[in-house]
Structure formats: C-alpha cells, structure tokens
C-alpha cells in the first residue's frame, strides 16, 4: 500500500523511516524537502541516496487535493476550490495585506455545527478532513503563490477558520498544525497560527494541553438565550462553562488573550444595550472582541448591521475598556468572505432536504 507523505508530522515520518531501517534525520530532510521547497517527486530530494529515492517512489506519494477552481477577487483575495473526493469539495483562501499574508483553511468537507447564520453550516455535513487534505492547503497554496516558505513567504498567517469546525477533528487538526509549526516544515510561530472554535469546551482544554496556538472562539451573543439561536453548540457548552474555558487557555495562550469573534447581524446582537451586556460578560476575561459584519449569502433571512450600529457597539466596548477591532470585509464578491464558504458538500445529515422541506411548508 502507498503512505501519502504529505499528512505526516515529523514524529510520524520518522517512524516511517525507522520502519525502512532509516536514521530519525531522514524525517527531517523529508519534511524540508516536501514542505519547504514544495516538491512532490522522490527523485528530486538530491541529499538522499538512489536507492533510498527509488524505494520512496515505489512505496509513498506526495498528494495534496487537486484544485477545481482558482478564482482571484479585485481586492486580491484568491480562493482555491479544492476536490477531496466522491463529490466534496472544500475553499481554501488566501488574503494579502500590506504587512502579512493570511491563509484560512478548512478543517471538515461541511459542518456538523448548524449556526444559523453561516453558509457552512447549511451545507450539511460529510466527514472529517485529513492530516493531508488540512495541510495540503498550505502546501498547494505556498507553491502557487510561487515562494517557498524560506524565502520572502507570503504566507505568514494561517487561521483554521475555513469550513468546518477544528476541535471536531481534533487530531488531525493538531497534526497539521504540528507540521506549520515544525520549524523543518513551516516554522511558524504560535502566535501565527489561529484557531476558531464555535465552542467546544472539551476540546479548548485538549488544545491547551496539547497545542496551544492563538485561540478564537466563536462569541456571537451577550447572553445564552440569544447564543442557543444563533450557535446552538451552547446548548451543550454554554457561556459561562465556555468563557471558564477561555480563561483556562489564557495561561497557555501565545498573545495572553483569547480572540472573541462577534458577527453582526443587523437588529439581532448588534443594539447599544447587547454591547453593554457583552462587555459586562467578558470583563474578567483577557480578551479582543473582533466584530464580523455578516456577509450575505443566497437564502438567508439576517442582514448586516450598518456601518453606523456596528462602529456604535464598538465604542460601547471600547468606553468598557475593551479592545475592539472590526473585521475588514475580504473577498466576498466571489463568496470567500467568512461564514460564505460552501464548497461542495454531499450532506450525510439530510440537513438541506430537512431545510428544503421547512421551507415549503412555511
Ligand atoms: N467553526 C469554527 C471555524 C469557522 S471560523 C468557528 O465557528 O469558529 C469562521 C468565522 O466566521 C466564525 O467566527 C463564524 O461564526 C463566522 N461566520 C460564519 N458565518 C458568517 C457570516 N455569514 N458572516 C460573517 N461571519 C460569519
């Protein structure tokens, strides 16, 4: 049977190299070769021996998703519709600015999560993604993006905030983020690396433990009536047991703070009182609020707040002593904007005929 290369971390592919009677170093020599330098050809890696080549080519490939569609928006926001099989699709995207350039990756082929504003989580959910397919996103994006990672990288940045929810496939998620942070493969620093959780208190603590990069987490709502609508992950973990959390990470945390991402949905969450309610809610927790305008996709009932409600909430929270920032819109005339990333999902939960059937019975 062929091993893909591509989804292992450096522990993993030292096993691997054990197994072939190969010294530890090879795993490192391996990860610089396929990540750093983006090769996918055994024959290329020139600092290993013939045989050795030969064998890797025999038994292990270096495959990473093909890509169906790749689509660059006016602002320079580049979206990469990737296939990873019996009809899924998932988006990648890549968002430059000035000082850094950010890559948001996907970690699931549609969601399990169901929050009713987000596109997603319309779509249904297949399965989990990969260690491959995770980190196959990074690696196809670098050599598009035509740099490899040693030189002037353009990819700085990578937020798990793509489709799916990360801690739902906690390992494979830390195994690809391993491999960013492998200073043999990616080297990025924890800081760089964000992942966003709709909520998953178990996992917070898992990653706290096990990998502690940059956390954000999913807010949306001042209170858990409110939150039960629009995440109803809550339901299961609510406020305070998922704030507990936040302040548990804070110790481990790279920055000292957790990210709260709070989506704006316009006569929803978005009223001065709501605002009031927010910071009171967070006021222990060592935190930056990030306001989401929500971006609108086909069928969906809620409307962005206005720029004048959305900059009001923002000094509500900044008169309460809070840092808050609100997201620039990026990308989304060609729907790689946050929470429009829809991929093509074969839904395995029957959710869009569950929907379809709602709305015609309304
Ligand atoms: N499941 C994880 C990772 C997704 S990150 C999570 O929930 O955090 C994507 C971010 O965009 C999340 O904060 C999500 O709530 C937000 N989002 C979802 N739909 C959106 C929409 N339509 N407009 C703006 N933000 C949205």
């Not at 793509?162 to 496939?169: C, F, I, R, V, Y």
């Not at 808050?324 to 869009?352: E, M, N, P, Y």
Request: aromatic fraction near 6%; hydrophobic fraction near 40%; glycine fraction near 8%.
């Amino acid at each position: 049977m062929t091993v893909n290369l591509l989804g292992m971390d450096q522990e993993a592919l030292a096993a691997y190299c054990a197994g072939l009677g190969e010294k530890p170093f090879r795993a490192r020599q391996l990860l610089r070769w396929i990540h750093q330098v983006g090769v996918d050809d055994f024959g290329a890696m020139t600092d290993m021996s013939k045989a050795l080549r030969e064998r890797l080519a025999r038994e292990a490939v270096i495959t990473a998703p093909a890509v169906l569609h790749d689509t660059t928006a006016p602002d320079g926001t580049r979206k990469w519709l990737l296939d990873v099989g019996t009809g899924n699709a998932i988006d990648t995207v890549f968002i430059p600015e000035t000082s850094r350039g950010t890559l948001c990756v996907s970690s699931q082929a549609g969601c399990a999560l169901e929050c009713s504003f987000c596109s997603t989580g319309r779509q249904g959910f297949n399965r989990n993604l990969t260690v491959a397919e995770i980190i196959g996103q990074l690696w196809w994006a670098n050599r598009s993006l035509g740099r490899g990672v040693t030189e002037d990288r353009p990819i700085s940045n990578v937020v798990m905030m793509g489709m799916g929810e990360p801690l739902a496939n906690f390992d494979n998620v830390v195994t690809a983020m391993r491999i960013m942070l492998d200073d043999h493969a990616y080297g990025l620093s924890r800081r760089r690396v964000t992942l966003s959780t709709a909520g998953l208190v178990p996992g917070i603590d898992r990653l706290r433990d096990e990998c502690p990069v940059s956390l954000a987490v999913s807010l949306h709502a001042p209170n858990d009536a409110l939150r039960d609508e629009l995440v109803p992950i809550n339901r299961k973990y609510p406020i305070k047991e998922l704030l507990a959390a936040c302040l548990r990470y804070v110790e481990v945390a790279p920055r000292g703070y957790v990210m709260l991402e709070y989506v704006m949905l316009a006569g929803v969450n978005d009223s001065v009182a709501q605002a009031r309610e927010l910071a009171a809610l967070v006021r222990d927790v060592p935190c930056k609020v990030n306001l989401i305008p929500f971006n609108p996709f086909p069928g969906i009932q809620y409307q962005r707040s206005s720029p004048e409600a959305i900059d009001r909430f923002r000094d509500v929270l900044a008169h309460a002593g809070l840092i808050a920032t609100v997201r620039k819109t990026r990308g989304d005339d060609i729907d790689a904007a946050c929470g429009q990333l829809a991929g093509q999902v074969q839904d395995r939960t029957r959710r869009s005929a569950r929907r379809q059937h709602e709305e015609l019975a309304q």
